[in-house]
């Protein structure tokens, strides 16, 4: 047992590389909460990222147990899913370009909530690509399917955690540079003309 130990450590180390490459990688939602942490702030932006948390780690559940393939088999849901992920990217990106600026969250701007955050990360199709693609990169318990499928889905939950907060405080720390009016507003039009533009470059790639 003792022997597997360095195998283990190396494909751990191996699979945390990748996957802050893939999932931490600009997408719909890494962006989405980039942006809402620079127009709302980090304390307003919270129930959106536990959204995206939940809804990520969901994907991981779904990608692990095989439900994922399921789902691809199944064109018109796919078309579907892609649909409705595409009119509420193009929505949030919307209300992220018309944040007010400067405002805290007191004055009434109103970031999205926990709801919205979870099916962009379920609908979200980088997830699913990145997610598969890190999953099955590596093997860290040869021999033993149940133990190597847990570990590898607690490691990953593990970088969703991190890399999504990291994208959100990231945002939020541009806030507070962001306080005069004109370069708040350009700020806003930036981060939601680079949602729309990660969602291009998937339909493209797709």
Known sequence: MMDDWPHLANA??????????????????TLSLAGIGASYGLRAGLPYLGG?????????????????AL???????VTVLTTLALVYIVYLAWKIATAPVAREVSDGAKAPAFVP???????????????????????LVPGHVVADSGL???????????VNTAWLSFGASLSRLLRHPTIGRLAHWFFAVLLLASVGMLLVIG
């Open 71 to 77: 789902i691809l088999a199944q064109p018109a849901l």
């Open 117 to 139: 955050g979870l099916l962009l990360a379920v609908a979200n199709p980088k997830a699913y690509a990145a997610i598969g693609a890190v999953y099955s990169s590596q093997t």
């Open 152 to 162: 590898k889905v607690g490691a990953l939950a593990v970088v969703i955690l991190i």
């Open 12 to 29: 751990l180390l191996l699979l945390w590389i990748s996957a802050v490459a893939l999932m931490g990688s600009p997408g719909p939602a």
């Open 52 to 68: 995206i948390i939940i809804g990520t780690t969901g994907v991981l559940f779904m990608v692990a147990s095989g439900v994922t």
